[in-house]
């Protein structure tokens, strides 16, 4: 028995996010797959923490929840200080891959979310002005990652963060909505990059059963499926 647990849905991204982070740490956990849509699991859900968001990781030998992705990567790699490093020792390093974690969960993750949700409202209440903006939001944060990745091979630098955590699952839905173009070679041969990492390629694995439930199903490339 392991005394981490890490509370989650197999389709979520910020999910997968913290998953990648397990796995090319190697830590053992537990996962506890979580069902949001079910009113009562959701309230008792709640009671763990109050936003009730996935993932959640739980730390039973310390008898607390750690929410927040990020936090729960800052917290793995201190209990399991062992490589690789999701938060980089040097302080110039380590700045940019917070950096780079905050601005693919804010500006890749976030419009993406806003789109897929904005798909699952009845006809009717959808919002193309919000889609609209998501998309040009996407657009924008494409175009700021191609010019960072253009000179490195990772997101934050040298070596893979937790920003490469953050931008494997935001990358992987938001390229299923809205492909990179010709003008973002450099973004697609680093997402090739992150495809290659066995913590993505395990994450993806898990995935394809579920796949078939995201609201844009049929727009997913056949090598995911
Ligand atoms: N800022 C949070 C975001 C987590 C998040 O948005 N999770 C989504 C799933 S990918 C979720 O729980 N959605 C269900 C809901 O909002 O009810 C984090 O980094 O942990």
Redesign the pocket.
């Known amino acids: 028995m392991t005394d981490l647990i890490l509370h989650l849905?197999p389709l979520?991204?910020?999910?997968h996010?913290v998953l990648i982070g397990l796995y090319e740490k190697g830590i053992p956990f537990e996962p506890s797959v979580v069902n949001?849509g079910d009113p009562q699991a959701?309230q008792s859900y709640a009671e763990l923490w109050p936003?009730?968001?996935?993932?959640?990781l739980e730390d039973r030998a310390a008898g607390r929840v750690v929410?927040?992705?990020?936090i729960?990567l800052e917290y793995l790699d201190r209990l399991h200080p062992g490589a690789p490093a999701l938060f980089p020792a040097d302080p110039e390093l380590q700045l940019q891959a917070r950096l780079w974690d905050r601005l693919f969960?804010q500006y890749v993750?976030t419009p993406m979310?806003r789109i897929v949700a904005d798909r699952l409202r009845p006809e009717g209440q959808r919002d193309e002005t919000s889609v609209r903006e998501a998309r040009q939001l996407l657009d924008m944060a494409y175009g700021m990652a191609e010019r960072q990745l253009a000179a490195q091979p990772w997101a934050a630098g040298p070596a893979f963060t937790v920003a490469d955590c953050a931008a494997a699952p935001s990358l992987f839905y938001a390229h299923i909505l809205q492909p990179f173009g010709p003008q973002h070679a450099a973004l697609a041969a680093y997402f090739e990059r992150l495809l290659q990492r066995a913590s993505v390629q395990r994450v993806l694995q898990e995935a394809k059963p579920w796949l078939q439930y995201f609201p844009y199903a049929d727009q997913v490339p056949a090598r995911f499926l």
């Open positions: 849905h979520s991204s910020y999910c996010k949001l959701r936003t009730a968001k996935i993932p959640l929410p927040e992705t990020s729960m969960d993750m979310q």
